[in-house]
């Protein structure tokens, strides 16, 4: 069926986080994007081309009823891309994402967890998520001012680990202290070279705001402090991309892990 312009404006205010919460739904684009979600998130609604409809018979079997057709302009003004795809589709927000922060267990003793605190750039987000997958794990937690993990443009820099990777956003200060967690590592300047540090195997590591690292409440929390060194102090760049430390930090704790 052709899809409406009522149902054209609600899908394209789910790129805003309000609307996101109100609806109960977020978006996924293209093709790869949407394959990756169903059958992990509930579909609301699948909206394609003509041509891709026509082209998909499977997957328009199985959202029998929960298909549009809709034309390349249409598409655009739902679209966050600058090249809109042939496939976009709406997805219900999951329990875990929308349950209430008092709900939330504390951290096993002898569990190791990725935390983010103020994270602000979505395909930073969606980058960390993506390599949190690669290095086995199932949870991030997220401060409640990181930017949100169903915001388009996570969703598609995240390249399909959300089907794996769950982001809980919390007190992050209130959940390490009800935990008593023992180890928490925290990535700040002036801290102890990481390729030169014995790393345990249970704790937490903290990466923080691409401008302004870890926050105050959370840094005075922190017990063991890590840096990755430049090779060329003298001339590198002031810093490093968070997705890309969030890596390395990672790398070297499995190391230790094995």
Sequence with gaps: MEISKTKTSLLASLHNKKWRLRHGLFIAEGEKCVADMLGVFDLDCLVASPEWIGHNPGIVQSAKGRIFEAGHQTIRKV???STPP?????????QYYLAEESTLPGLSPDGFYLMVDGIQDPGNLGTIIRTADWFGLDTIYASQD??????????QSSM?????????????EELIIRSKVRNVYGTLLGGD???KTTLEKEGVVIMGNEGNGISERIRKLVTHSLMIPANCPQSCPDSLNVA??????????????N
């Design 244 to 257: 890309v430390a969030t890596g390395i930090v990672l790398a070297e704790f499995r190391g230790h892990r």
């Design 160 to 172: 399909g680990s959300l089907r794996r990777v769950r982001v809980i956003y919390a007190d992050l």
């Design 86 to 94: 042939e496939v976009l589709a709406a997805f219900h927000l999951p």
């Design 146 to 155: 990181t930017v949100d993990v169903f915001n388009s443009k996570t969703v």
């Design 193 to 195: 070279d990481i390729f």
């Design 79 to 81: 679209s966050s891309l």
